[in-house]
């Protein structure tokens, strides 16, 4: 992606200019309608970047949003979530005879200040998920946080007080773990096509061993290149199939190798490492004794 053609948004004030809105009540947070952003201010710079988080749910857009080499048009109700400093793009697409519809939520960090959840947030996985991997929503899922924005929307417009934050933290936090439950809800019903996604990794990590070629150990961001998925979005898929995530996919399949070619070659221990990828046998024998409760060459000598 062209650097020179990112925008940053710096504020939610910036924000509601850009897309031809009112001023927001708070500077640190605005929620309102999308329908409500004029047609011709729906795309303005191709590439974004965004200081503060964008949560939203959106239904007939008519536009396409990309993020790296990928895209995903959005035609039925989809829910997304974009963190501070991502990058993503935004280009028309035919127009659509469905009318818009939806909500956007965006919070600046300095609102969490000094809340538990400045911290917690970042535990959320799918703010680092690629736009491709939006969370689809049943209705009544949608209904479910229709009502939380509700009352987001209830104390945004009242007379902010010393509650006003708390309360609104309190809803954004169910809001998150409302869409953590839907995430993992959408990993199961889609799973004859993520079973196929295990199956691709299984044989990536395979055929990387197998390649002499190949120096180091296979990384999470090579795997995920590979499937064109991002990194957290592969993890949190296959941690919800198998209870692993793809390093750990990596370590099984490593250690796979390692105990065959400790039980079928006369290689020596470091050599053996050096061939998985390892600079250091040391790091390889750790590795290994903390996958088997066995040092390499204890399981070899069971061969013997």
């Keep these: 992606m062209n650097q020179q053609t990112i925008h940053r948004v710096k504020s939610i004030a910036e924000f509601h200019k850009m897309k031809g809105l009112p ?42 949003y990309k993020y790296g080499q990928g895209n995903y048009d959005f035609d039925d109700g989809v829910m997304f979530f974009i963190a501070p400093n991502q990058v993503f793009g935004i280009e028309p697409i035919a ?22 959840l400045a911290n917690t947030i970042k535990k959320y996985d799918f703010f680092d998920y690629s ?3 939006a969370l689809f929503l049943s209705e009544r899922e949608e209904t479910i946080l229709k009502g939380i ?38 990993f199961l019903t889609r799973k004859a096509s993520n079973h196929k996604t295990l199956d691709h990794v299984e044989k990536l990590i395979e055929d990387y061993f197998n390649d002499e070629n190949n120096l180091g150990l296979p990384s999470v961001q ?6 064109h998925i ?48 390892f600079e250091h046998s040391q790091s390889f024998n750790k590795l290994f004794k903390a996958k088997t409760k066995l040092t390499p060459m204890m399981f070899r000598d069971q061969f013997n």
């Excluded at 090579?222 to 499937?227: E, H, P």
């Excluded at 592969?234 to 793809?246: A, D, E, F, P, V």
Aim: hydrophobic fraction near 35%; charged fraction near 20%.
């Design 149 to 186: 924005v509700k009352n987001i929307e209830q104390e945004y417009n009242a007379n902010l007080d010393q509650f006003s934050q708390s309360i609104i933290i309190s809803q954004i936090e169910t809001m998150l773990t409302y869409s953590d439950r839907f995430y993992q809800r959408q």
């Design 222 to 227: 090579y795997i995920a290149d590979a499937l």
């Design 131 to 133: 736009v491709n991997e």
């Design 23 to 64: 001023s927001p009540q708070h500077p640190l947070i605005s929620i309102f309608d999308y329908s409500k952003i004029e047609c011709s201010k729906e795309v303005n710079h191709k590439n974004f970047v965004f200081d503060f988080y964008h949560i939203s749910c959106k239904r007939s857009i008519g536009t396409k």
């Design 230 to 277: 991002s990194p957290t979005y592969l993890s949190s898929l296959l941690k919800s199939l198998t209870g692993q995530t793809t390093q750990q996919h990596i370590h099984e399949k490593l250690i796979e190798k390692a105990k065959e070619k400790l039980s079928t070659t006369t290689l020596t221990i470091s050599e053996i490492a050096y061939e998985l990828g």
């Design 95 to 116: 127009e659509i005879a469905t009318p818009k519809s939806g909500w956007i939520l965006m919070v600046h960090p300095d609102f969490l200040w000094n809340t538990p």
